[in-house]
């Protein structure tokens, strides 16, 4: 169990530019979730897979997101034309199973903060 | 629907003294609950969950949880906090109307005094 790893760490960019976070979740773990963090605040969910699958969606913060995981491993997170409110703090969790009961496990995240 | 309530997003404590974190939630199925624990700059750790095996669950760095059907409520103790214990502390709630994709509450972050 290598744990979950989320590049890069740290992403500085300027406004109107696009950026793209990667995720490596735990090898055997089917589920993948994607989470935004802002200060003070817990991680509000954006987007899930199972596998390749896309489950859930609609709670992407707006069409200039989108994520993608390319048979079922690795995971990108894409923000295109970033503005000054999408500074947040980037969290990817992976889970075995159907959801139920797994807790999910944690990559240490990426910060994005736009100029 | 489901949702979680943290009270207090600020608990500070003296070291060696009870640690008591609150957690309310609402779920029209049978919930599993979490407590997770994030350090600065790290992701979330889970500490302990609840999946109806047993109302008292008892996690990692002697912290437990008891679970009360009757109060929705799912909150975290220690009998001794260490300075280590201090961070921020996260509980969640899944269930299957809302396909066990975890709702998290806003934290609370622990503080301990020497």
């Known amino acids: 169990d290598t744990g979950v790893s989320q590049n890069p760490r740290h992403k500085i960019t300027k406004r109107g530019q696009n950026v793209t976070f990667r995720c490596d979740p735990i090898s055997e773990h089917n589920r993948l979730y994607w989470y935004r963090q802002t200060l003070g605040q817990g991680p509000e969910f954006l987007t899930y897979?199972?596998?390749?699958?896309?489950?859930?969606k609609s709670r992407l913060l707006s069409d200039r997101f989108s994520a993608e995981r390319p048979k079922g491993s690795f995971s990108t997170l894409e923000i295109q034309r970033t503005e000054q409110g999408d500074s947040a703090m980037y969290l990817c969790?992976?889970?075995?199973?159907?959801?139920?009961?797994?807790?999910?496990?944690f990559g240490d995240g990426t910060r994005l903060s736009i100029l | 629907a489901q949702s979680v309530t943290q009270l207090g997003s600020h608990v500070s404590v003296s070291e060696g003294a009870l640690v008591l974190l609150r957690c309310n939630y609402s779920s029209s199925v049978p919930p599993y609950l979490f407590w997770y624990v994030q350090y600065p700059n790290q992701g979330l750790q889970l500490l302990l969950k609840?999946?109806?095996?047993?109302?008292l669950v008892k996690g990692i760095n002697g912290f437990e949880a008891e679970f009360k059907k009757s109060e929705t409520s799912f909150h975290l103790t220690k009998p001794s906090a260490h300075m280590s214990d201090a961070a921020e502390y996260f509980c969640?709630?899944?269930?299957?109307?809302?396909?066990?994709?975890?709702?998290f509450g806003r934290g609370t972050s622990l503080i301990v005094h020497p």
């Open positions: 609840y999946t109806s095996a047993a109302t």
């Open positions: 969640a709630v899944s269930a299957s109307g809302g396909s066990y994709i975890p709702t």
């Open positions: 969790a992976s889970s075995l199973g159907q959801g139920e009961s797994q807790p999910q496990h």
């Open positions: 897979f199972q596998n390749e699958a896309q489950l859930e």
